[in-house]
């Protein structure tokens, strides 16, 4: 099993609807990044969270920390076709310190 | 803006053949990655360098060998490509004192080994 789980593992919304992706790890996390990528494309770094109970927003995404529960969730506000793609959680554990393991990826479609 | 580059967005290769997949970025880290990523198993790291010419084994080594002979240009290569390294090749870079830093992706070179 991988060390970082993600939910769902595809999404299809309308446009304008609100979502959540989560991103859980079996081991204490240290910190998480969010990324995003378009389909067949690189990753675009949208935010790092490193405390327990930390929230950052960038535009209409919003990501939390929860470091009791070793989660992270993100959430989209009135989604726009604009944030389809694939969305990656990526951490650093306790336990390996020189390097990013990355989720499998959600895959979100917004049908306008 | 920082921009890591990849030598090619798609390369058809066949089975056996040597392959050099070139990495460039123009930030002047110290960090430097490559990653393999597959449908359901996310982004893999193969190798990584903390700085020139040094290199260490990421999570699948196994088939693949790196170069840094500058600093801005980090090479994968497949000495003898194989269909189960049909993959999606991903380099990103980083500051040296950052893993807590984010990484900085490259496009993507999507290759296929016949």
């Known amino acids: 099993s991988q060390e970082l789980e993600q939910s769902p593992q595809s999404l299809i919304v309308q446009e304008g609807k609100n979502l959540t992706i989560n991103c859980t790890s079996s081991?204490?996390?240290?910190?998480l990044y969010w990324y995003k990528q378009k389909y067949g494309e690189g990753l675009i770094f949208l935010m790092m969270?490193?405390?327990?109970?930390e929230e950052k927003s960038h535009e209409k995404i919003t990501a939390k920390l929860d470091e009791k529960k070793q989660q992270s969730s993100l959430h989209i506000t009135a989604s726009q076709p604009s944030h389809a793609g694939i969305y990656l959680c990526?951490?650093?554990?306790?336990?390996?310190?020189?390097?990013?393991?990355f989720g499998p990826g959600t895959s979100l479609s917004v049908i306008p | 803006d920082v921009k890591v580059t990849q030598s090619s967005r798609y390369l058809v290769k066949r089975t056996g053949e040597k392959v050099f997949l070139e990495c460039v970025q123009d930030?002047?880290?110290?960090?430097m990655f490559w990653y393999r990523q597959d449908p359901g198993l996310g982004l893999r790291l193969i190798y990584f360098?903390?700085?020139?010419?040094?290199?260490e084994k990421g999570d699948i080594p196994e088939g693949y060998s790196v170069s840094r002979e500058k600093k801005e240009r980090f090479s994968l290569i497949l000495e003898s490509a194989s269909t189960n390294q049909t993959s999606m090749y991903l380099c990103?870079?980083?500051?040296?004192?950052?893993?807590?830093?984010?990484?900085?992706f490259g496009p993507g070179t999507r290759l296929t080994v016949t």
């Open positions: 990103a870079s980083s500051r040296l004192d950052s893993v807590y830093y984010e990484q900085y």
């Open positions: 081991k204490t996390l240290y910190g």
């Open positions: 969270l490193q405390k327990g109970g």
């Open positions: 990526g951490a650093v554990l306790k336990t390996s310190y020189d390097k990013v393991i």
């Open positions: 930030m002047d880290h110290e960090n």
């Open positions: 360098s903390y700085d020139v010419k040094m290199k």
